[in-house]
């Protein structure tokens, strides 16, 4: 069971050029000069933001909302597709793991940021309430973490062993650190059903964890009343809202790892025919979502719903509702109906739209609603009447996205971005299979 | 292969049994060294104190054995400040038919609360369901509700419903979160976005209120106010305590408010004194939003018969503004 | 005789002096003082103390300030002799009350009225003031009658130095209440000619262990000031504490948590993190089995 040199010689993380030293100084700027901005509103309070009490979450959340929903991509493609018996699945796994990993991370420290007073983090555990939707959330993100890294390190293992040989000369120091990493792995029996074992667990945990995940996220808003929230919908909107932002942004990552790696062989035309179907499915389940979501209350055209329906399709938020349907939902939808839309590059830019839209899309969740509370807004400045994000508020979500693909670009850069031990193994057994047909 | 799996079996039954009792004594072993390490034991020092026994002599006591007593039982008020006065179930009710938006109980609310920022904890809301229907003025406070969302949603339990009805805020442990706020129907909660400035009388101001004597702000909400925190109307416990109704029955000039204890059936707005069922009877008592379920415990009679226009009211009326800060 | 004079004269320029520094200076501490005036209200409560309540406020700027802070003295007047009484001092709103054990404590003049001086010495700020209260002893005998199962608060207002009964008197009958005593009986309550009033108590009134405490007030009368008599009786409905403190709802603090919340996502939890826990041991697993 030797792994081919050329594979290994492919597959293995190479150092960064120019290209990849500039982006990833980018990154550490643009997250440092967040994290100056964070201390300043640690510093002086909230008032920083534009927030106010009527619109009193602003793109914290809704930036939030967007990790957690991207996240799900781990769930979704290695889970789902491994259940569905899809193997065009092997070489973007790793990267949707890694994606799952750096997103369900920064989630976690994205929300700290909205808290008025962080120093009293510690109040969530010492006095959790078990019925706050909120303490439902403080209890799976931990969990769906450790289930994302365990989803990515068991079918790592192999890999990790195999790099440690490879850097033995090249980089020594290093090829030790592979080497601890790998757990003493030798790929014998005994071990090789452990980790078999172990893979199938977490796939399949992956799937309820992923799925409860999402629909707590859902509850946070669907737990009250507000109009534009208070929705049986919720957990499905989500649920498909979180596969299309995920596999959104599997494509936009895979295309440039795919460039930067020069692994064509490997990521072919063919799995990216594959992932815009996928993209598409997900695209329209969300679609119908959508549709449940903002078409039919007009059918029975409640005051307060007929409000948040104009506030998003003709009002002050129409611009950005239509970019976000049309660009982020539609327009990937028929452009992936068509093969031609299906080919890499188009794909690169149809994955970049639907990660834009997606964001936007949370932003559309969250703030609007807000904005036209039961009672009308009177006796507050004007200023309270609209929110847009403060300078503050956009430095410190920037650094966050930065610090999320600075981890996806950590990990891709010392970890091999496709299974190389299951790579030649699958290599094998079409080889098996070719010379057994002949 | 059989043995063999029994063999891991019992291996790994084994090490999880061994790693269970391992991990139970080791955390009881933490929580204990926790809770020494939480628990107020001042080092026995050659410390003393002077304290005076109930016959007025006094005694001189180890420090080391004073114990602060925190929100245990408030000496002063006789119940937990989280439980509440007993036998106690406080109401408001308010009368449209006589709100000309002086907005006298707005002004005594915020230079008795000494709200500093833009929103004031009680507002008069200028209402028109339609265009065909008449309008009218509409003071709204915090309806303590008996199935608050606020409270339903609150993470920490820094937000509580009492056993007198009251619905207040520990502004030493809330983590400004904000769900409550985006819970609350009435949008009646106020977030400190930042350090409440209360100018130049600040310090004898503070001093005044003992700011160091975090628990009885329980019970005297927004002073000092806390900033990355929550506040709200509370219904004044600190005036009933003085067996005084709150700062806003009490400023109207037109008795619009009144307070009172639902188990004793009696509403008072200073100047009539009536049975809360026979008002809430004779002029169809009403709460707002009924169908949310909220079970609020403020009532609203309706504006009929009224003895003032509603345009009267329109030259107070601000829309853009709800705290004078000229008193600080 | 020209020295005497001169003296004489040395003198009188000296006392003059003296006098039109001290008018001036005291001219100069009138016009910054500010005058006191005082509100007092004398009040008996039946088989208990009597107390005056006296507020102290100035007119400064055309508003009426609080004097918090100043003490005033009470005097008992008598054929033009002031006997102290005692003094107190006003709180932050210039309220003060001061208690009386016993009216014996204090002499009624020849035409039984007692005659009470509250005096205020001044201060830097202030100029002296007086303020005299005078009221005659009346006393009310409240008792609670039953008659065809109705219940009723029967109460007779009487002058006790005459011993003679007060007709064509209001009277306030009322239940005490937290903030404010809920009036119970007519809209006007006047004293017959037996000086009596009767108010019917109305059914359905809540108290604690059904107890009620009724209170029959004759308020703010230029000869008796005010009067007060209670009387107590099990005559109220019972009251039920309907709150839903000590029960599990969604809204409790932690420690009475619905059980469905604390049983369920409890055991999910646990559950999978005790599969992850496995998961990590197969790690250690992994690494230990080499061979």
């Known amino acids: 069971m030797e792994v081919s040199k050329k594979l290994v010689n492919d597959l293995a993380p190479q150092k960064f050029g120019k290209k990849g030293v500039i982006w990833t100084t980018f990154l550490v700027i643009v997250s440092i000069v967040g994290i100056i901005a964070y201390i300043d509103q640690v510093r002086k309070g909230q008032i920083v933001t534009n927030m106010n009490d009527y619109a009193l979450w602003g793109i914290y959340i809704s930036n939030f909302v967007f990790f957690v929903a991207t996240s799900f991509v781990g769930a979704v493609t290695v889970a789902v597709l491994r259940l569905t018996k899809n193997t065009w699945r092997t070489p973007v796994v790793r990267i949707a793991e890694i994606i799952s990993v750096a997103a369900i991370i920064m989630a976690g420290l994205t929300i700290m940021i909205d808290m008025g007073r962080p120093d009293r983090l510690m109040n969530l555990f010492i006095h959790g309430r078990m019925q706050s939707p909120i303490i439902w959330d403080v209890i799976i993100i931990p969990t769906y973490i450790a289930i994302c890294l365990l989803l990515l390190y068991f079918p790592l293992l192999p890999d990790l062993a195999i790099l440690k040989k490879h850097f033995s000369k090249i980089n020594p120091k290093l090829s030790k650190w592979y080497g601890r990493l790998s757990l003493n792995w030798t790929g014998n029996a005994r071990q090789t059903k452990i980790q078999l074992n172990s893979i199938q667990i977490i796939a399949i945990l992956t799937i309820p964890a992923g799925f409860m995940l999402q629909t707590i996220d859902a509850w946070l808003f669907a737990t009250l009343f507000r109009v534009g929230w208070d929705s049986t919908n919720m957990g499905g909107y989500f649920i498909t809202g979180a596969a299309v932002a995920g596999i959104g942004a599997l494509v936009a990552v895979v295309y440039v790892v795919r460039k930067a790696y020069k692994l064509e062989n490997y990521i072919t035309e063919f799995h990216f025919d594959k992932l815009g179907k996928f993209l598409a499915l997900a695209c329209l389940l969300y679609l119908y979502f959508n549709i449940n979501e903002y078409l039919i209350p007009e059918f029975t055209s409640k005051k307060e719903e007929v409000t948040h329906m104009n506030l998003l399709i003709t009002g002050q938020f129409a611009p950005l509702f239509w970019f976000v349907q049309v660009g982020g939902l539609i327009v990937p939808i028929v452009a992936l109906f068509f093969k031609k839309g299906r080919k890499p590059l188009p794909m690169f830019f149809i994955g970049l739209l639907v990660v834009v839209g997606s964001w936007w899309k949370r932003f559309l969740i969250v703030t609007p609603t807000l904005l036209h509370p039961f009672l009308p807004v009177q006796g507050v400045p004007e200023s309270w009447h609209h929110y847009f994000p403060s300078v503050h508020e956009w430095l410190i979500t920037i650094a966050t996205l930065a610090m999320a693909l600075l981890i996806i670009t950590a990990l891709v850069r010392y970890l091999p971005v496709i299974p190389i031990k299951r790579t030649a193994d699958e290599q094998e057994l079409f080889e098996t299979e070719k010379k057994s047909k002949s | 292969m059989e043995d063999n799996n029994k063999n891991t079996r019992r291996k790994f039954l084994d090490k999880g049994l061994k790693i269970g009792l391992a991990s139970a004594i080791g955390s009881i072993g933490l929580t204990k060294i926790a809770s020494k390490l939480n628990a107020e034991t001042k080092s026995s020092s050659e410390e003393t104190m002077e304290l005076m026994t109930t016959d007025g002599t006094i005694i001189e006591v180890d420090s080391s054995e004073v114990e602060e007593v925190k929100d245990i039982a408030d000496h002063e008020t006789k119940y937990r400040l989280r439980e509440g006065m007993p036998n106690r179930k406080f109401v408001m009710v308010i009368d449209l038919a006589k709100c000309k938006n002086a907005l006298k109980c707005q002004a005594s609310c915020n230079k008795n609360h000494y709200i500093t920022g833009e929103h004031a904890w009680l507002k008069v809301y200028k209402m028109q369901e339609d265009e065909d229907t008449a309008p009218y003025w509409m003071p709204t406070t915090c309806m303590h509700c008996d199935h608050p969302a606020c409270v339903t949603v609150c993470p920490v339990d820094a937000t509580f419903k009492r056993r007198d009805g009251l619905v207040l805020i520990d502004n030493d442990r809330c983590i400004g979160c904000r769900f409550c706020m985006a819970a609350c129907p009435y949008s009646t909660r106020v977030f400190n976005w930042e350090e409440p400035d209360y100018g130049e009388a600040a310090e004898v101001f503070l001093e005044m209120h003992g700011a160091d004597q975090p628990h009885n702000s329980i019970e005297y909400a927004g002073v000092p106010s806390k900033i990355g925190t929550v506040d709200k109307c509370d219904f004044c416990p600190h005036k009933i305590h003085k067996n005084e109704v709150p700062h806003c029955v009490e400023a109207c000039p037109n008795g619009v408010f009144y307070f009172g204890d639902k188990y004793e059936d009696t509403v008072t707005n200073g100047a009539e004194t009536l049975r809360l069922s026979k008002l809430l009877e004779e002029k169809d008592g009403y709460r707002l939003m009924e169908d949310l379920g909220t079970k609020p415990s403020v009532y609203y009679l309706p504006p009929v018969d009224r003895l003032v226009d509603f345009k009267e009211g329109l030259n107070f009326y601000k829309n853009f503004n709800s705290v004078d800060k000229s008193d600080y | ?291």
């Open chain 3, 1 to 291: 005789m020209k020295n005497m004079l001169k003296y004489r004269f040395v003198f009188l320029a000296l006392v003059g002096v003296f006098l039109c520094s001290g008018s001036n200076s005291v001219y100069a501490q009138n016009a910054k003082k500010h005058s006191v005036r005082m509100k007092a209200y004398y009040t008996k409560i039946m088989d208990s103390v009597s107390f005056f309540k006296v507020t102290a406020f100035s007119r400064i700027d055309k508003e009426n300030v609080d004097i918090s802070n100043i003490e005033l003295t009470f005097y008992n007047e008598l054929d033009g002799e002031k006997i102290k009484l005692g003094t107190a001092t006003t709180d932050m709103h210039g309220e003060c009350k001061f208690v009386l054990k016993n009216l014996n404590e204090i002499k009624p003049d020849s035409t039984n009225t007692y005659n009470i001086d509250i005096l205020f010495k001044g201060n830097d700020t202030y100029k002296k003031a007086s303020k005299s209260v005078s009221f005659k002893d009346a006393s009310i005998t409240a008792k609670i009658i039953t008659k065809d199962s109705t219940n009723y608060v029967s109460a007779t207002l009487k002058d006790i130095a005459t011993d003679s009964v007060l007709s064509d008197r209001l009277l306030n009958v009322q239940v005490q209440r937290l903030f404010r005593s809920l009036p119970i009986g007519k809209e006007f309550n006047s004293t017959d000619e037996n000086g009596t009033v009767v108010a019917t108590i109305p059914d359905g009134i809540p108290g604690v262990n059904r107890n009620l405490t009724f209170e029959v007030v004759l308020k703010d009368s230029d000869d008796y000031g005010t009067v007060m008599a209670l009387v107590n009786a099990p005559l109220g409905t019972p009251i039920k504490d309907e709150s839903t403190f000590d029960e599990r709802t969604m809204w409790s603090p932690r420690d009475k948590t619905p059980l469905f919340l604390l049983i369920f996502p409890n055991l999910l939890t646990f559950g999978i993190w005790g599969i992850i826990i496995y998961l990590i041991i197969n790690l250690f697993k992994i690494s230990k089995s080499k061979i």
